[in-house]
């Protein structure tokens, strides 16, 4: 990893770091969206089982996964093991204290960056939700790679994430993240060898924020 890309990392890591484990504190402020984002990807996931995809419900993973929001209000009632990635201490350890002790549902909590990650576990669904923009490009590929190679038989990804309607890449200095262009998103799934299987725009949400988009990814080949 190059230096800059070093960087990159530890600054997004130090801004966290000073973060409150609260939904407003994970969610920049917007904690009042969160029913609204549970409830569309609620949607998604249903409509995904719908159309015979990502059926079976043995094992989870949610990466970047905060303090539990997604992992207990959104994959727990479905999933019967649930595991998280997240790479600050104290998020994960309130997303711990959220499954409450010794409940069978939570696997194991992988407190690392992503970007290091390596499955032990096969998954029907890996959930990376406003976790894509603190991966460099290349190493986006690499992290979807490894995701796609620990994927059940009929396993699915999902990204839910800003999309921006700029041409370029917006770089936040503030918690060092970038917003990508639908396209670029296009260029990195295809790179990574996984094709859309199904996409929305979560509706509800404030105008004033990037719309956020959710993309249903399986192997394509
Ligand atoms: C915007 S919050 C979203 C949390 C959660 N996905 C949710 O929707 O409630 C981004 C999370 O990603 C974590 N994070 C940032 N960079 C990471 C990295 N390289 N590896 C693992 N987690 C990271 C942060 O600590 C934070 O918990």
Redesign the pocket.
């Known amino acids: 990893m190059s230096k800059i890309e070093s960087n990159f990392?530890k600054a997004?890591?130090k801004y966290?770091a000073t973060i409150p484990a609260t939904i407003d504190g994970?969610?920049?402020g917007f904690g009042h969206i969160s029913n609204a984002d549970i409830k569309g990807s609620k949607a998604f996931i249903e409509d995904l089982f719908a159309q015979g995809k990502g059926t079976a419900k043995t094992r989870a993973l949610d990466c970047?996964?905060?303090i539990g929001?997604?992992s207990t209000q959104l994959l727990m009632p479905i999933f019967e093991k649930v595991d998280l990635?997240?790479?600050?201490t104290k998020?994960a350890l309130s997303a711990k204290a959220e499954f409450g002790d010794d409940n069978p549902k939570l696997g194991k909590i992988y407190v690392e960056?992503?970007?290091n990650f390596k499955p032990e576990h096969q998954y029907d669904l890996v959930w990376c939700?406003?976790?894509t923009g603190?991966?460099k490009d290349y190493d986006l590929i690499d992290f979807l790679k490894i995701l796609k190679g620990a994927l059940t038989a009929n396993g699915v990804i999902v990204i839910k994430d800003n999309v921006t309607s700029e041409k370029t890449i917006e770089y936040d200095e503030e918690d060092s993240s970038v917003t990508r262009p639908l396209l670029l998103f296009e260029t990195i799934f295809k790179e990574a060898k996984l094709k859309v299987i199904s996409q929305r725009i979560q509706d509800e949400f404030p105008q004033e924020i990037h719309p956020v988009f959710m993309f249903a990814l399986a192997p394509s080949e």
């Open positions: 990392y997004a890591a966290w994970v969610l920049g970047g996964a905060g929001r997604v990635v997240e790479q600050d998020f960056g992503v970007q939700q406003w976790i603190h991966l």
